[in-house]
């Protein structure tokens, strides 16, 4: 099963920008369709964006014009650009591994404050 690393959270000002990743450990990384979903507190997880093995991308509508999801299949590592970042866009950011079945990552908190 394939194993998920995530980094690049943090704690950033309103405006601001992250870029999080997310390394995989399959050797079928690019057959993959990965992706990223946020929960904040009290609220249902939800989806932020998802790309393909062929690199087709999907986001949610709150977040589009502002993050972008690209994958590096050499690297086996898919990334969320955020940018333009709001208060509201706090939450844990959980990686996923799509395939024959789904495997998450361990999550990383992403905090917009000033």
């Known amino acids: 099963q394939v194993q998920l690393v995530e980094s690049g959270g943090g704690l950033v000002q309103p405006g601001g920008s992250l870029r999080l990743s997310c390394a995989a450990s399959?050797?079928?990384?690019?057959?993959?369709?990965m992706g990223w979903f946020r929960q904040a507190p009290g609220e249902p997880c939800d989806l932020v964006a998802t790309i393909t093995g062929g690199g087709s991308t999907n986001y949610a509508d709150s977040v589009k014009g502002r993050f972008t999801i690209s994958r590096d299949n050499a690297k086996k590592t898919v990334y969320l650009q955020m940018n333009s970042l709001k208060p509201e866009d706090t939450a844990v950011y959980y990686c996923y591994a799509a395939r024959f079945s789904t495997t998450w990552g361990q999550g990383t908190q992403v905090t917009v404050s000033s």
């Open positions: 399959s050797t079928f990384f690019s057959q993959y369709t």
